[in-house]
């Protein structure tokens, strides 16, 4: 069954330079890589993403943290990965979402670490099932940035639509 799944090399993992790391390893997947673009990710964005952890205490850090302002690199890696069984595969290899419990084999178990502050540094974001993959792939990326279809679209007509565009 073909999936789609979303990543996210997340700021600390820029900063340390391992992009061409995680997705050599990602590689490993032989999933299609459909969409991909550096994002600079605003609060409201962020918040909508870790929706589901904001009666958490560490809510307000790990939007810092997604947003970059921990890092000093205000960007991540979006990457939409499509293919047969693509969630369980980009899970697999990512490994724990806490990096000390994560195989040492993993994306996070190499590159991973915990802040003093108890921030999990896991440096890559892999949507947790299909429904949570189709709600962040819409947060994250228009359906013309996506070279498949991978959910139903519809054209809709703007009057007074306001965007920048090159001088």
């Given at each position: 069954m ?6 996210l ?21 032989k ?33 810092k ?24 595969k980009c ?21 991973g ?11 890559i974001?892999?949507?947790?099932d ?38």
């Amino acid at each position: 069954m073909n999936q789609a799944v979303l990543i996210l090399i997340k700021p600390d993992g820029l900063k340390k330079s391992l992009t061409g790391n995680i997705l050599t390893r990602l590689s490993e997947t032989k999933l299609e890589i459909v969409a991909a673009k550096i994002v600079r990710v605003p609060r409201k964005l962020a918040e909508e993403h870790y929706k589901h952890l904001k009666d958490k205490p560490f809510f307000e850090e790990i939007v810092k943290y997604i947003q970059g302002e921990l890092h000093d690199r205000k960007k991540v890696l979006a990457l939409v990965y499509w293919g047969e069984n693509a969630i369980k595969k980009c899970r697999e290899l990512a490994g724990a979402t806490n990096p000390e419990e994560a195989e040492a084999t993993s994306i996070r178990g190499s590159y991973g670490r915990i802040t003093t502050s108890g921030v999990y540094e896991n440096v890559i974001h892999v949507s947790s099932d299909e429904s949570e993959a189709k709600r962040e792939i819409k947060l994250w990326f228009e359906p013309q940035d996506i070279i498949v279809e991978l959910y139903p679209q519809k054209e809709v007509v703007c009057k007074e639509c306001k965007r920048t565009v090159w001088a």
